[in-house]
């Protein structure tokens, strides 16, 4: 059974930090790569971030671009991340997935597996 558990959501002050947990069994890091997306209410899906699976390649959107840090731990089968300077409209809901390939994929239709969610909030 293939299975994705975000967790590390919480409420956060502007300018803090949180790190989020992908848990990944069911499949290997080696052949997936995992993405960060979120969707905050009444707001289209947004891809975060993506680690491949063939060389840990880092992309990220502009957005989050030098604040958050995608990171993987293969003997733990965990993907994380981290996130700086948070700003509210970094608030949503947090979704790790994977997808097939050695290398990221942008778009979120063609991951094969969704995590439940986790909610960030960055609210004063």
């Known amino acids: 059974q293939v299975q994705l558990v975000e967790s590390g959501g919480g409420l956060v002050q502007p300018g803090g930090s949180l790190r989020l947990s992908c848990a990944v069994s069911g499949f290997t890091l080696d052949y997936y790569s995992i993405g960060w997306f979120r969707q905050a209410p009444g707001k289209e899906r947004e891809g975060v971030s993506c680690i491949s699976s063939s060389d840990g390649s880092t992309y990220y959107a502009d957005s989050v671009k030098g604040r958050f840090t995608i990171s993987r731990d293969n003997a733990k089968n965990t993907v994380y991340l981290q996130m700086d300077s948070l700003k509210p409209e970094d608030t949503a809901v947090y979704y790790c997935?994977?997808?097939?390939?050695?290398?990221?994929?942008?778009?979120?239709?063609?991951?094969?597996?969704w995590g439940q969610g986790t909610q960030v909030a960055v609210s004063s």
């Open positions: 997935a994977g997808v097939r390939r050695r290398l990221c994929v942008s778009v979120g239709i063609q991951y094969d597996y």
